[in-house]
């Protein structure tokens, strides 16, 4: 059974920390490497800017992976998305 779009970008996004190490990215988006962990297992949540800034230090671009495509986001859009993120993790929004 072939992995849908989550699974696939779960899997890119372990593969990545895996490569960086769990406290290393910990420590770039400014949580205790346990509130990583939790994010992982799914059993808490990121805000949206740490999970931006989690997706820049591991270099993976934001981009929808549906239907075995890979779209990436204009560049206009990526900044506005980072606007948008730092905005959010003010307000302190939860994913």
Known sequence: MEPNASQR?????????A???????????GVHESALSRFLA????????????LFSYLEI?????GDG????????HLKA?????????DEGVVL
Do not use: N, V, W
């Open 61 to 65: 671009q934001p981009e929808y992976l």
């Open 42 to 53: 799914g059993d808490g949540g990121l805000k949206l800017g740490q999970l931006c800034e």
């Open 19 to 29: 490569q960086k190490g769990q406290r290393p990215c910990a420590d770039a988006i």
């Open 69 to 76: 495509e890979k779209t990436t986001i204009k560049a206009e």
């Open 9 to 17: 970008m779960q899997s890119l996004i372990l593969r990545a920390i």
């Open 81 to 89: 998305l980072r606007i948008l993120a730092r905005a959010a993790m």
